[in-house]
């Protein structure tokens, strides 16, 4: 055991300029986990209360983090570190993981893919204003790319805006911003600590908030009237959309940058497209083709645009 000093060997060597194609790919894959996790949430949640589905996300997930990070990297964060993870568990975990769940309740899986392209944008200003990412033209234009692309693939004009569902789009867009600014402040730190580290302790803090919310709703769950498939569904979205999909980001974002990585978010309405054309037998046309064709066009142009860190 040892604490965090001013120069770790088990901090990996500083990432390349040019972004590794190993860094697509995991964001493709983390992107696919994502993607089907608005589905599966919004079937679990037939069976289970919100604040009991993210009681037992956090608490099954954050001990597997934990594990993890302490059998590759055997690193205590230093003193001077602990506030901001302790802020990236309450962006990252307790405010995104919350505020996602409640805002599905209330709106739909249609809403929430519609919306979810704001993340790009919201952390594309967040990293330039705070000085931690220089934004090239080239970047912006390939951000807004992929976002038309995301948006021509969920169709606004599907977009519901009754009282309800307004509560939960609002809930949603905070849950972007949220993510948004997680996978930003995460750069500076990744620089002094390693990344299963940085995520572990961030769940550990911020998980610890999402379980105390949910005690009360897993005490009074009746276990014994919930279904096999639901059972099924909180497994998945524990090990794919939670373990692998935030120790994977948190890894692109020291390989990478935070506007790449948050870029790939608006692959979420192509994911579900490509579910719904394999699975329930609908069409893939010229529409969901041209925005595929932005969105790749968009993710090119972020990860060939230079983004030279200011920490």
């Avoid at 599966?40 to 209360?49: E, I, Q, S, T």
């Avoid at 519901?160 to 949220?178: E, T, V």
């Avoid at 794919?240 to 999909?245: A, E, Y």
């Avoid at 010229?286 to 230079?306: D, K, M, N, Q, Y």
């Amino acid at each position: 055991m040892r604490a965090n000093g001013p120069v770790s060997p088990s901090i990996p060597p500083p990432a390349p300029p040019a972004t590794e194609l190993r860094v697509h790919l995991t964001l493709l894959l983390v992107q696919t986990a994502f993607g089907g996790f608005h589905v599966v949430a919004k079937a679990v949640l037939a069976h289970l209360p919100p604040l009991a589905l993210a009681g037992l996300r956090v608490g099954l997930a954050t001990p597997l983090l934990v594990l993890l990070a302490w059998r590759h990297d055997r690193v205590l964060p230093g003193r001077r570190d602990l506030p901001l993870l302790v802020l990236l568990g309450g962006l990252g975990v307790f405010a995104n993981q919350i505020l996602f769940i409640n805002g599905l309740r209330f709106t739909t899986a249609i809403n929430a893919s519609i919306l979810m392209p704001s993340l790009p944008v919201f952390a594309a200003a967040a990293a330039a204003l705070l000085g931690i990412e220089r934004l090239a033209p080239r970047r912006v234009l390939g951000i807004l790319l992929s976002v038309g692309g995301a948006l021509l693939l969920a169709n606004p004009l599907r977009f519901a805006a009754d009282r309800p569902m307004a509560i939960g789009n609002l809930m949603i867009l905070g849950n972007c911003l949220c993510y948004a600014l997680f996978l930003v402040l995460q750069r500076p730190l990744l620089q002094r600590l390693p990344w299963r580290t940085v995520i572990a302790w961030s769940f550990v803090f911020g998980g610890g908030g999402v379980l105390l919310l949910g005690v009360p709703s897993l005490v009074s769950l009746d276990v014994a009237q919930v279904p096999a498939s639901a059972w099924w569904g909180l497994a998945y979205i524990v090990l794919l959309p939670t373990v692998f999909g935030y120790a994977a980001s948190t890894w692109a974002v020291r390989r990478s940058s935070p506007a790449l990585v948050a870029a790939y978010t608006t692959l979420q309405p192509l994911v579900a497209a490509v579910l719904a054309a394999a699975f329930l037998g609908e069409r893939f046309g010229w529409v969901e083709g041209a925005g595929f064709a932005a969105i790749a066009a968009g993710l090119w142009l972020v990860s060939a645009a230079p983004s030279p860190s200011r920490t």
